[in-house]
């Protein structure tokens, strides 16, 4: 009689990983223009997350335009933190698929809430926190590793971004710029597979980080090519509206980061997962 409900207990807490929808391979193109309209639904507010994104690009720059590596890695770390940095946008996709207003309470709340009631659900929001942090640490790994593979391979030491281009990326005289792009792809992976869907699905449900990233790879497992082109296209319209001097993120920012909403409401089957209401906020 004891043991029946143990076993139940067991059960009910072993982390399930949610179905994955099928998708199709042109199906990230759909999000794209599904994130544009949710653009145009709140031009201001959305337009207003890539404005500073691309302020902080540009000061980045100032602060660090004759320091590669300082350089180097603040445009690393804003690429694997931008699941991150758009929680926001997706926010405000889920309150626009849901008929709710979206205004800058909503913003606010979205950045704000983890933090209400930390003390009595420290796996809340507290989540997205964490993830955070460890796509932080992912940053910080790929720059160590990129610098000490040019510091050993590179012909002269690098120290400004004309030096990396002048060495690096004009040379004739070998391949480091194509082997160091593809350590940058292989590294890159991981952390594509493991956050493609992370985010917005703790945002939007009750799951452990664990689940949420496993729900990830999940996804990138099932259908490759279609995750793979949509990392393809992440990638792309990230680094145009890197080079257009950042001003391009302007643009770029809400529109990626709107369609990464939608990448994982048509990914992801979350009809069997708790929710992460609002009511959760109130009074324990």
């Known amino acids: 009689m004891s043991s029946q409900p143990s076993s139940s207990s067991h059960s009910r807490h072993r982390p399930l990983l949610p179905p994955i929808l099928p998708i199709e391979p042109?199906?990230?193109?759909?999000?794209?223009?599904?994130?544009?309209?949710?653009?145009?639904r709140n031009?201001?507010?959305?337009?207003?997350?890539?404005?500073?994104?691309a302020l902080a690009g540009l000061a980045f720059t100032w602060l660090a335009h004759d320091r590669f590596w300082l350089l180097a890695g603040l445009v690393s770390a804003f690429m694997v933190l931008a699941p991150v940095l758009a929680t926001s946008l997706y926010a405000m996709s889920r309150a626009i698929e849901r008929g709710e207003r979206v205004n800058v309470d909503l913003l606010v709340s979205t950045w704000t809430r983890w933090n209400l009631k930390l003390q009595t659900q420290p796996d809340s929001y507290w989540a997205l926190i964490r993830f955070g942090l460890l796509l932080g640490l992912a940053a910080l790994g790929w720059v160590f590793t990129s610098s000490a593979f040019i510091a050993l391979m590179a012909p002269v030491p690098i120290h400004t971004p004309m030096d990396f281009v002048r060495h690096i990326v004009a040379s004739q005289e070998h391949r480091l710029f194509e082997i160091w792009l593809a350590l940058g792809g292989l590294m890159a992976a991981p952390v594509f597979?493991?956050?493609?869907?992370?985010m917005p699905l703790l945002l939007d449900r009750r799951v452990?980080?664990?689940?949420?990233v496993l729900t990830s790879w999940k996804a990138v497992l099932t259908y490759p090519v279609t995750m793979a082109f949509w990392a393809f296209l992440l990638m792309s319209f990230s680094l145009l509206g890197i080079f257009s001097l950042f001003l391009g993120l302007i643009l770029v920012v809400p529109v990626l980061g709107h369609a990464s909403w939608h990448a994982y409401r048509e990914t992801v089957d979350v009809s069997g997962l708790p929710a992460r209401l609002d009511e959760e906020e109130g009074p324990a």
């Open 43 to 53: 031009p201001w507010l959305s337009l207003a997350h890539g404005l500073v994104m």
């Open 26 to 40: 042109d199906q990230p193109l759909r999000w794209l223009v599904l994130g544009f309209r949710d653009l145009t």
């Open 193 to 198: 597979a493991s956050s493609v869907v992370s």
């Open 208 to 212: 452990s980080v664990l689940a949420a």
